[in-house]
Structures are given as C-alpha cells and as structure tokens.
C-alpha cells in the first residue's frame, strides 16, 4: 500500500479534468440565462432585491450582473466582462454576456467529445479576429458633415440605444435632451462628470428638462432665506468652505474672566469675527455666496439685507461642477479676497420644480456643463431612466470620438455569421468545425430579439440567411412589423465601436473560461473552529 500524501490542506475542494470544465460552462449558461429576456426593445425587466430589502428594476445587463451575487468563480468572468463593456462604452452589456454564453454553449459539445481545450482557444481567437475585421470593413465611416446632420446622426445613434430601454415612448424627446448634453460639453475630451443628473420624483417623464448650465437643491436654509432676491443676471458667485456662523466652544475649552466686562469682550470678539467675514464677502462684489459648509442665522439675515443670495451645506460635486462651470476658486479664507477668485455667470435663479426648490446658473463662461433634471413617478422608475441616460450619453460620447456606425437589431451579428461560416469552409481539419460553431453563436443576438419579442426565430432567421447570402448586409429583425428589414436604411444605427467591444470581450471571456481545468477552493481558516470560551465549570481566570 503506497502512503497518501497530503499537500493540500484537509478539506480543500479540488476538481478537475472534463467534468469541471462542463460545469464551469453549465454555470455561465445559468448566468446569461438571467439576462437573455431583457435583450431588445421587447425585453423584459428583472426586479432584483438586495438583502436590505432595496428593490431594483432594470433592463441594463451590467446593472442586473452587479446586483446578483454571483458566487461561482467562473461565473463571475461573465460579469467582469459586463462590467468593462459598460465603463467603456455604456452599451451592449447584455450582448456580450450572451454572446459569450452562447460560445460556450456551441462549444460545449466538442469539449464533451474530447477535444482538447487548446485547439477550442485558437478557434475562438481566430473567430474574433475575423469577426472583428469584418465590423472594421463594414462600418460606415460618418465624414464630417455640416452640425446639423451630425446632430441628427447622433440622435438615432442615441434612439437606438433607448429602445431596449424602459423610456424607449419618450426616445424623441430624450435621444434630443442627450445629443444636446453631450454637444454642449467640451470637445476633444466630453468629460462625463461634467453632466449632471437630478431626480424629482412627480409630473411626467415629458417634463423632464435640460438646464445649459449647473443646477442643484436647494438646500437646508435659516430664517431670512426668503427675503433673499432669488435671481441675478451677471451675477458674482463666492465659493467658500468657511462656515458662517457662531461656533460652539470645544467641551473642554476653559476660559476664566472676572467680570462682566471681560466676559462681553469674548463675546463681542466672536460676533467680530463674524462680522468682518460677511463685510469682506459683500464688499468684494459677490450676489451670489456658496459654501460647502453651514451657513447660520444671522449671516443668511446679513445677507439678506445687503440683497445677496446665500445657500449653505451644499454638495461637494455641486461645488465642483459650479466652480469649473462658473471659474473662481474654493476660498478657505476670505482675508484680501481678489475679484479674480469669484465665479461668474449670466443668470441665476431659483425655480420650482415638482415639490422641490432648483437654484439654476446658466450661461456660464469657464466650462460646459448641463444638469438633466428628470421627472416621473415611482423612484425605481426615476433610477431606471438615469441608468437609460447613461447609456445613450455614453453612446453618443462614443459615436463623436469615433464616427463609424453599423446598423443594429442583430444585422452586424447575422453578417459576422455568415463571413465566419464561408471561412470555415475553406480550412482543414477540426478546426473548420469549431469556426462554423463559433459562427452560429453570432446568431444568437438576432435570434433573442426574436425570442423576447415573441416571434418565430427560426422562421426569420432563415429568412435573414438567405438575405445575407444575396449580399444584403444590413438587413436585420424589424420587431415593429414582425419581419426583416433593411435596418441601415431604417436608422438602427450603433456605433462599431461597441460591436467590436462586445466581440472581443466575449471571446476573450469563453477563451478564458475553456483554458481553465482545475478549480482548487482552499478552505477558509479557522471556519470550522469552535470559538473559544469558558468550558463547563472552568473557573475565570485572573
């Protein structure tokens, strides 16, 4: 008998070999089986809550990956993969969970049949490059045109990306608010955290509005506030991070006086104080005075009477955004104060929206910002809408960094198809298997779209194969008529650089997932131990 060696802790899971690689896959299939409906503009959505009880509707594949907790270790690829394709391009995050699922899927069967995991890898690298040359070769670059026709190419870029979204009845009046946010942001970079996005819950989702400027709540405020005149034009805007107000003494602050007089002096010396920084703000010119800190009773009544606005305890981003929108510097100090630290703007104003107060700059000289300020009813339902935002603003910011487009609804994906499948054909060996089952996956993205929008799949894609064989590359699923259509000429447009994106990080996701074939779980240390404590009778010690 040959002793067992131990090198591995005792209880450390191991599995490998052909049966740990099919249930690395199996588990990656329940993956995209959760986000499979929601593809397309007849997806559905998932309600999703957490542990503390928070609910969350979504249809956004990378918003549903994050909230499920995924614990399977292969598994948790398909989400890392979701989530790249969201912060680098805001769209496609459920494509390419699907795509890379259904890679797998058709693979499935060789790997049951022995083939080795290596010969899998070089198919699918292979598959991706081709896949990816093709979009490069069909895209149709957008030569710069006159403002007005790059506008509207924007906008059916930014169409397209909310039809599969919970707002898609409003797609008019958003895809024009995004395309105008995004435009108005400076060129070469876009930076995002230059848009804002407020939520008022009521009215409807058409009252919604863009603001060309800053615009945030109007925050906690003393007696006096309203005595304040509550818009300016060319106005001054002091920035602080000063509180104005009397301090509390620190608890353990001693000071010992012997008469009243001394006392009052104390006193007086704290009103100073005080008083010297309200004058130093109105005599620097400033109507407007922001700070990020409180601002007490008595300076908002000082300013009141000197017909300044003042808003205390406002959010440091708001904070920010103002002050790259409007110039000006955060002040800590506002000892010999320089008119060149104040901001600037055309108009300020305070207006009502909803139940809520809005303090609204616009026409700020320093930067270009905007502040989408979002109505409608439920709060899921305000969250959902950002969250659309978000994707068509990260779309539209994509499509002006890199002007070409291919045509969506699953047209791209069928073309890809049939480019790999006559590759395919022409190469020896296994591998010429492999390529034509890569092939058919691409075919899963225009087969879903028929799936959730309850058509026959199997009838159109058929249809759709023989289009593409006559060398109609842009026809697609037209899920408003129930049948196929030219979706170039149709305005379904996505950038290709999404495409590419979504077929890179999905074949690197499945190439990834088929090279692994041992998982080893170590066990968690100390786990099983039983906490120590005082046995039975043991007498305290010491």
Not at 258 to 283: F, R
Not at 355 to 375: D, H, M, Q, V, W
């Amino acid at each position: 008998m040959q002793p067992q060696v131990l090198v591995l802790k005792e209880g450390t899971d191991q599995s490998q070999g052909k049966p740990q690689l099919i249930s690395n896959i199996n588990a990656c299939q329940l993956v995209v089986d959760a986000v499979r409906t929601t593809l397309g503009p007849r997806g559905m959505d998932k309600l999703i809550v957490d542990h503390s009880g928070k609910a969350v509707i979504s249809n956004d594949g990378a918003t549903i990956m994050k909230l499920l907790d995924i614990v399977h270790p292969a598994a948790k690829t398909l989400v890392d993969i979701a989530k790249s394709q969201d912060a680098e391009v805001g769209d496609g995050t459920t494509s390419v969970v699907i795509l890379a699922g259904e890679l797998l899927k058709r693979l499935k069967p060789f790997v049951e049949e022995g083939v080795h995991p290596r010969i899998l890898v070089k198919a699918v690298r292979t598959a991706a490059r081709l896949a990816v040359q093709k979009v490069h070769e069909l895209a149709v670059k957008i030569e710069s045109k006159s403002p007005e026709e790059q506008r509207e190419l924007l906008r059916k870029c930014a169409v397209t990306a909310m039809s599969s979204k919970l707002i898609h009845q409003q797609r008019d009046h958003f895809s024009k608010m995004v395309v105008d946010a995004v435009l108005s942001l400076d060129a070469p970079l876009l930076p995002l955290d230059m848009i804002g996005i407020k939520k008022v819950t009521g009215g409807a989702l058409e009252d919604s509005f863009l603001v060309s400027g800053v615009a945030f709540k109007k925050t906690f405020s003393y007696a006096g506030f309203e005595m304040q005149p509550k818009s300016y034009d060319n106005c001054k805007i002091a920035l602080l991070n000063i509180e104005l107000e009397l301090k509390a003494e620190r608890d353990n602050a001693e000071v010992r006086v012997d008469n009243v007089k001394e006392y009052q002096k104390v006193v007086d010396a704290e009103w100073q104080i005080l008083y010297e920084k309200l004058a130093a703000l109105h005599a620097s010119g400033a109507n407007v005075v922001l700070s990020k800190l409180p601002i007490g009773d008595v300076a908002t009544q000082y300013f009141a009477d000197r017909d300044m606005f003042c808003a205390g305890r406002v959010a440091e981003e708001d904070i920010r955004r103002t002050q790259r929108a409007c110039g000006g510097a955060v002040l800590s100090s506002v000892r010999d104060l320089q008119p060149a630290a104040l901001g600037r703007c055309d108009n300020f104003s305070e207006r009502q929206v909803g139940g809520e107060r809005y303090n609204i700059f616009s026409g700020c000289p320093a930067a270009k910002t905007c502040t989408l300020i979002l109505r409608g009813g439920a709060e899921q339902f305000l969250e959902e809408t950002e969250r659309s935002l978000h994707d068509a603003i990260m779309i539209v910011r994509r499509t002006i960094k890199n002007d070409a487009v291919v045509a969506g609804g699953g047209a791209i994906d069928m073309e890809v198809s049939k480019h790999l499948r006559d590759y395919s054909k022409g190469v020896a060996g296994k591998e010429q298997l492999l390529v034509a089952a890569a092939a058919r996956a691409f075919e899963a993205i225009p087969r879903q779209l028929c799936d959730n929008a309850g058509f026959d799949a199997t009838n159109l894609l058929n249809k759709l194969r023989q289009k593409h064989h006559q060398g109609e590359v842009w026809y697609g699923v037209d899920i408003q008529r129930e049948d196929i259509a030219d979706n170039f000429a149709s305005c379904v447009w996505e950038p290709a650089v999404v495409k590419v994106n979504a077929i890179t990080a999905a074949c690197e996701a499945a190439a990834q997932i088929l090279s692994v074939d041992e998982t080893i779980k170590n066990v968690k240390s100390g786990g099983d131990m039983p906490a120590p404590g005082r046995g039975m009778g043991r007498p305290r010690m010491g």
